[in-house]
C-alpha cells in the first residue's frame, strides 16, 4: 500500500492544488485513482482520502498541519486537485462533500479520541449544539 502525505495546499487559479513528497515511482502513482472517500485516522490525526489501483489503495493523508488550510477553502468549497510532480493533476471528487460528512460526525463524537475531537472542532470551528 502505498501512503502519500500532504506536504502544503495551495490555491491557484481557484482550484486547490494538493502537493505531496513522495519517493515512490510517479508511472506507479499516475494510475491511482480517486475513490471520492475520506476516512478519519484518529491516532495519526489525519483525515485519509483513498485512491486505488488494480494491487490495492493508496492513502492520501491529510495531517493536522494542513486543516487550517482546509478550513479557510471549505467555505468556497473550491475543486481539490492532487498535484504529481509536472503532470497534470488529478481531480478529487467528492472532497468536500465526504470532508463536511465526516466533520459533522467527529463533532463532540468521543469515538474519535478527545485529542482528535478537540483538534477537528478548533480548527475547522465547529460549534457544539
Not at 467528492?94 to 482528535?116: A, D, K
Request: charged letters at 30%; proline letters at 5%.
Amino acid at each position: 500500500m502505498i501512503s502519500l502525505e500532504v506536504k502544503k495546499l495551495v490555491k491557484e487559479e481557484a482550484t486547490l492544488k494538493v502537493y505531496v513528497n513522495t519517493d515512490d515511482n510517479t508511472e506507479k502513482l499516475e494510475e491511482l485513482e480517486p475513490e471520492g472517500q475520506i476516512l478519519a485516522d484518529s491516532d495519526g490525526k489525519a483525515f485519509v482520502y483513498l485512491l486505488a489501483d488494480k494491487e490495492g489503495f493508496a492513502h492520501l493523508r491529510f495531517p493536522e498541519q494542513v486543516w487550517s488550510d482546509l478550513s479557510v477553502e471549505r467555505k468556497s468549497t473550491p475543486p481539490v486537485k492532487l498535484q504529481l510532480g509536472q503532470n497534470e493533476a488529478v481531480e478529487l471528487p467528492e472532497f468536500w462533500n465526504e470532508l463536511n460528512s465526516l466533520l459533522e460526525n467527529i463533532q463532540g463524537n468521543s469515538n474519535y479520541g478527545p485529542e482528535m475531537v478537540e483538534a477537528v472542532e478548533t480548527i475547522f470551528e465547529l460549534d457544539m449544539e
